[in-house]
C-alpha cells in the first residue's frame, strides 16, 4: 500500500503570514495533484506536477515536486483568509488508474 | 456544466437497512471512483472503476458494492448498513489513466444509527 503523509495537519496563522504544508512518502508516484477543499465541498484540483524537481506557481501559491518524485510541497506567500481550508496531496501511480491521498493539512488563516 | 453529480446530499439510515448512492458525470470521463473521507484520515478509495462494465476494489471495499453498466454512472451500494459507515462519501472522475486529474462531486453525508 502507497502511502502519503501530510505535515503538519493543522497550521493557524494571521493574513500576510507565509505557510508550508508538506507531503512525503517512501512511494514514486508518476505525478503529485494537490486539492483544496472547502467545507460541504468536494476537493478542486490546484495543480498537478510530474516531472521530479519541478516548480509551478499559482499566484501566491508555489508547489515543489521532489527530485525522486516521492515528495512535494505547498508554499503560500502572504496567505489571505481567501486561502482557508483543508490542503490535500495526492499521488497518481504509473498505471495511473487510481490516487492515493494524504490525509489533509486544515489551514486557517485569521484576519 | 453539471460535472459530477451525486445525490442523495444527505441520509440517515438505520443499522440493517440497504441504500444505494447515485453519481453521474457528464464529462465522458472513462475512470470513476468512490472514497469516503473520516475525520484526520483524507480520502480512502473503496472502489474504481476504469470504464464501462469494469470495477475493481480499492482500499477499504468491504461492505460495499459497485457496479458500471453505463459511462455516466457509478452507483455505490450499502448493503447492510453499519455505524462504521458513517462518513462523507465523494464520487469524483477523472478523464482516463493518463489524465488521472479528479473532478468530485459534492459528496453525500451519511449517518447510520
Known amino acids: 500500500t502507497q502511502l502519503l503523509e501530510q505535515s503538519p495537519q493543522f497550521l493557524s496563522i494571521q493574513e500576510g503570514e507565509n505557510l508550508t504544508v508538506y507531503c512525503n512518502s517512501s512511494s514514486v508516484f508518476s505525478s503529485l495533484q494537490w486539492y483544496r477543499q472547502e467545507p460541504g465541498e468536494g476537493p478542486v484540483l490546484l495543480v498537478t506536477v510530474v516531472t521530479g524537481g519541478e516548480v509551478k506557481k499559482l499566484k501566491r501559491l508555489t508547489f515543489q515536486f521532489g527530485d525522486a518524485r516521492k515528495d512535494s510541497s505547498l508554499h503560500i506567500t502572504a496567505a489571505q483568509t481567501g486561502d482557508t481550508g483543508l490542503y490535500l496531496c495526492a499521488g497518481a501511480t504509473a498505471a495511473g488508474n487510481k490516487l492515493t491521498f494524504g490525509g489533509g493539512t486544515r489551514v486557517l488563516v485569521k484576519p | 456544466n453539471a460535472g459530477v453529480t451525486q445525490t442523495p446530499k444527505f441520509q440517515v439510515l438505520k443499522t440493517g437497512q440497504s441504500m444505494t448512492l447515485q453519481c453521474a458525470q457528464d464529462m465522458n470521463h472513462e475512470y470513476m471512483s468512490w472514497y469516503r473521507q473520516d475525520p484526520g484520515m483524507g480520502l480512502r478509495l473503496i472502489h474504481y472503476s476504469v470504464g464501462a462494465g469494469i470495477t475493481d476494489q480499492g482500499e477499504v471495499p468491504n461492505g460495499y458494492n459497485v457496479s458500471r453498466s453505463t459511462t455516466e454512472d457509478f452507483p455505490l451500494r450499502l448493503l447492510s448498513a453499519a455505524p462504521s459507515q458513517t462518513s462523507v462519501y465523494f464520487c469524483?472522475?477523472?478523464?482516463?489513466?493518463?489524465?488521472?486529474?479528479?473532478?468530485f462531486g459534492q459528496g453525500t453525508r451519511l449517518t447510520v444509527v
Open positions: 469524483a472522475s477523472s478523464y482516463d489513466r493518463k489524465n488521472t486529474e479528479a473532478f
